[in-house]
């Protein structure tokens, strides 16, 4: 399997993972293409899960820089 060579873009594969989603849901594909289209969900999420860990990696990078350990919870109904 050859080594990826570009970041993955995580919206584009997202909204492709959706359409494949959807696709699936009409329920109109015969069993093997159900089956293609279930394998390439797999690959899809992967890479989904990939691109989150990377960006929650860089998130804890980026905090501990900060000397901080964890996120403040956002309220947005404070209006101090």
Known sequence: MPKKTSKINFEKTFAELEELLNKMEEGDL???ESLKCFERG?????NCQEALS???QKVKI???????????IF???NND
């Open 42 to 46: 797999m690959i899809l999420t992967k």
């Open 75 to 77: 309220d947005s109904n």
């Open 30 to 32: 015969s069993l093997e």
């Open 54 to 56: 990377e960006a929650e």
């Open 62 to 72: 980026l905090l501990e820089k900060n000397n901080k350990n964890s996120l403040e």
